[in-house]
């Protein structure tokens, strides 16, 4: 468990008060906690069409990405990536979240609630870097526009 509490940890120092968002988790039936994006990071919002490709591809380069998170009620990814892309980006269909926005964390280790990690933190601030997770995006892309073709 010394992984999910070090990724406890880094998740809540994200949070204006560490000690509430940690008794928030704690509390809630779903084990989440709202958190601030645009401090330890930004998230990369993806449909699940486009997000689960992307995310083979992406393990295809890496053998540990940054923290990828699923909304399985909403069929959406988040990618966590280094704070200040959200204010970048511009690509047509996919949302971000960055400073000014919260986001729904789950506690780190549990599977409760619609929206969970597929890849955990690591508790060491991996994050998904933004020109491989673009690269990954437009092959995943490319790969689902030969799919319907075909």
Do not use: Q
Not at 49 to 72: F, N
Not at 85 to 90: C, F, R, S
Not at 99 to 115: F, H, K, L, N
């Amino acid at each position: 468990m010394t992984g999910a509490k070090t990724a406890l940890e880094w998740l809540a120092s994200a949070a204006p008060d560490p000690g509430a968002c940690r008794r928030e988790w704690e509390r809630s039936p779903l084990g989440t906690a709202l958190l601030p994006a645009g401090k330890a990071w930004d998230v990369v919002i993806l449909p699940d069409e486009l997000g689960c490709p992307t995310l083979d591809v992406v393990t295809r380069i890496l053998a540990r990405p940054g923290p990828v998170l699923v909304d399985v009620d909403h069929a959406r990814m988040g990618f966590l990536v280094p704070p200040g892309t959200a204010a970048g980006w511009l690509g047509t269909g996919i949302r971000t979240a960055g400073a000014g926005t919260w986001i729904v964390v789950p506690y780190p280790g549990r599977s409760t609630g619609t929206v969970r990690w597929l890849v955990p933190p690591d508790g060491l601030g991996t994050l998904t870097d933004l020109a491989l997770l673009e690269l990954a995006m437009h092959e995943a892309a490319a790969d689902l526009a030969r799919e319907r073709r075909n």
